[in-house]
C-alpha cells in the first residue's frame, strides 16, 4: 500500500534560515508525491507536485521539494523562511491505480520565530 | 485550478440531528473526493463521489452514516448523520482532474454537542 511519513510533529526555525520539511514514501511503482499547506482555519493549498522528471521540484511561495528514490525521501525546503511561513504542512501521495486519491502524511507543523 | 465553494463553514449541531455539507466548483471535474480532519490529525479519505452513481466508500466508512450525493459534475453534497461528539471534525471537499493535484474546499468546522 502507499504510504508517506512525516517523522517531526513539529520544527522550529529562526526567520531568515533555511527550513526544511521531511517526508519519506514507501510506494508501489512511480511515485506521484504532493505538498500542501493548511493556514489556521483555512482549507489546504497545493504546493509543489513530483511526477516524473527533475528531482528538484520548485512550487509556490518559494517553496521547493528535492525527490531522492534512493532515500525514498521528498522533502520540503525553503532557503530563508518567513514568520508568514509558519502553518501545517502535509505530505501526501496518490493512491495506487488510476485514480486520484490521496494519502497524507500526519502533517508537520512548522513554526518561524522573528 | 478550480475554485470550490464550500458551505457551511462552520456549524455546531445537536448530537442525533444531520447536517449537510454543499460543494460547489466551478468547472466541470472528474473526480470528487471527501475528507475528514480530526482535531489535530491528518486528513482521512471518506468517500469518492461518483458522478450519477453511488459513491466509493473507504473502509470504516459506510453509506448509512455518510450519505453522498453528486447529481452533475460540479456539485456534490456529504450528509454527516445521527451526529454525536465524535463527528467533530474538519470536511473538506476535494477536486481533480485525472493525474493533476488536487484541490481543496476551505472545510466546513463541525462542533457537535
Known amino acids: 500500500a502507499q504510504s508517506v511519513a512525516q517523522p517531526e510533529d513539529q520544527v522550529n526555525v529562526a526567520e531568515g534560515n533555511p527550513l526544511t520539511v521531511k517526508c519519506t514514501y514507501s510506494?508501489?511503482?512511480?511515485?506521484?508525491l504532493f505538498w500542501y499547506v493548511q493556514y489556521p482555519n483555512r482549507g489546504l493549498q497545493f504546493l509543489l507536485k513530483y511526477i516524473t522528471g527533475d528531482n528538484l521540484v520548485k512550487g509556490s511561495y518559494g517553496f521547493e521539494a528535492e525527490f531522492n528514490k534512493s532515500q525514498t525521501s521528498f522533502h520540503l525546503k525553503k532557503p530563508s523562511a518567513l514568520v508568514s511561513d509558519s502553518a501545517l504542512y502535509f505530505c501526501?501521495?496518490?493512491?495506487?491505480?488510476?485514480?486520484?486519491?490521496?494519502?497524507f502524511g500526519t502533517g508537520t507543523r512548522l513554526q518561524v520565530f522573528p | 485550478s478550480a475554485v470550490i465553494s464550500q458551505k457551511p463553514s462552520r456549524d455546531i449541531c445537536q448530537r442525533g440531528t444531520s447536517l449537510t455539507i454543499q460543494c460547489q466548483v466551478d468547472s466541470q471535474v472528474t473526480m470528487m473526493f471527501w475528507y475528514r480532519q480530526q482535531p489535530g490529525q491528518s486528513l482521512t479519505l471518506i468517500a469518492t463521489a461518483n458522478q450519477g452513481s453511488e459513491a466509493t466508500y473507504e473502509s470504516g466508512f459506510v453509506i448509512d452514516k455518510f450519505p453522498i450525493s453528486r447529481p452533475n459534475l460540479t456539485f456534490s453534497t456529504l450528509t454527516v448523520s445521527n451526529m454525536s461528539p465524535e463527528d467533530s471534525s474538519i470536511y473538506l471537499c476535494s477536486v481533480s482532474q485525472l493525474n493533476t493535484e488536487a484541490f481543496f474546499g476551505q472545510g466546513t468546522r463541525l462542533t457537535v454537542v
Open positions: 501526501a501521495v496518490r493512491d495506487c491505480g488510476n485514480t486520484d486519491k490521496l494519502i
Open positions: 510506494v508501489s511503482g512511480n511515485p506521484y
